[in-house]
């Protein structure tokens, strides 16, 4: 019995880690994105098989993609408290059982999307991957814009929704991308804030590590959140949605420039924690607004 009841664990232990390398919370943000992005994209009734489809090919990716930037970064991730338990630098799993499933998952992603939503959102889900890998990844130890790449990348599953429902990237395609883009800044500039002292030892340059009193990367959050309420404002403007969302949006893109506001009036961790928990708040309740208050097309 001990035996199997050891093997049990062990067998646990690997699944667990198996899927810590998907990075399970940004994987959720992604597929969140993506059906927003089908649902706001979509005319007439909401094909909900093919939403599902297309948000399980997307997660596909963004999981192979995760666990890929997993082997990539694990060197660095062994000096990092934040990540020292992560399952490569721990030892959980080896460098080549992170590699191949990394590269299955995002292959098997890619031909599922290319399969279920077409040439355009698999294009479109091919670039989310190899962007990030090959551009925001290294770079993050090169240069403190890298934030600014990576928040590309960040950005385009809400476009491979749009894409999947329509087959084009208009305006609305392009509005959702924007409003991504934007919301990443205060978001990972709050937890690089958290978190400095940890990318200063792994020698990742993230704008907090070389802008030790703050000035410039509160400065990036309040800009960037202000931004942030006029684009957010622009899917009613421009008829995607209702007038119901016009005023939640301003109220809530509001409110997020207030707690930035009180988070740069003192540049304390407990003070970015709190915003990370904001942005993390922020951005399903403003979706969801959107797609509570469609306009029908």
């Known amino acids: 019995m001990s035996t199997v009841r050891t093997t049990e664990i062990t067998l646990a232990s690997r699944a667990n880690a198996y899927i810590a390398l998907t990075k399970p919370d940004v994987s959720f943000l992604v597929l969140m994105t993506t059906a927003a992005g089908y649902y706001m994209g979509a005319h007439g009734a909401v094909d909900w098989l093919h939403l599902i489809q297309t948000v399980f ?8 993609t995760a666990t890929l930037n997993h082997y990539i970064e694990r060197d660095s991730d062994r000096y990092m408290r934040r990540t020292a338990s992560r399952p490569l630098p721990s030892g959980q ?7 191949w499933f990394g590269v299955t998952l995002s292959i098997a992603g890619a031909l599922d999307l290319y399969f279920t939503a077409g040439f355009l959102a ?9 962007s990030y890998l090959l551009a925001y990844t290294p770079l993050k130890k090169r240069t403190v814009w890298a934030t600014a790449v990576g928040a590309f990348p960040g950005a385009i599953p809400p476009m491979i929704g749009w894409a999947a429902a329509t087959g084009t990237l208009d305006r609305g395609a ?3 991308f924007a409003i991504l883009f934007l919301w990443q ?4 500039y709050a ?6 002292e940890d990318y200063a030892r792994a020698g990742i340059l993230m704008l907090p590590v070389v802008d030790r009193e703050g000035t410039r990367t509160f400065r990036q959050i309040i800009l960037t959140a202000i931004a942030l309420v006029g684009v957010s404002l622009l899917p009613a403007v421009m008829g995607l949605a209702g007038v119901r969302y016009f005023f939640g949006a301003l109220v809530v893109s509001t409110a997020l420039v207030q707690v930035c506001l009180w988070a740069a009036s003192s540049r304390t961790n407990v003070r970015a924690k709190w915003l990370m928990h904001a942005t993390v708040l922020h951005i399903p309740i403003l979706l969801g607004l959107m797609i509570y208050d469609k306009i029908p097309r």
Not at 57 to 64: E, K, N, R, V
């Open 185 to 188: 800044f205060p978001h990972f």
């Open 57 to 64: 090919a997307t997660l596909l990716i963004a999981a192979g």
């Open 122 to 130: 698999c294009a479109l889900g091919v670039l989310t991957c190899l």
């Open 174 to 176: 392009w509005l959702l």
């Open 191 to 196: 937890i690089a804030w958290m978190y400095r």
């Open 93 to 99: 799993l080896q460098p080549r059982e992170a590699l």
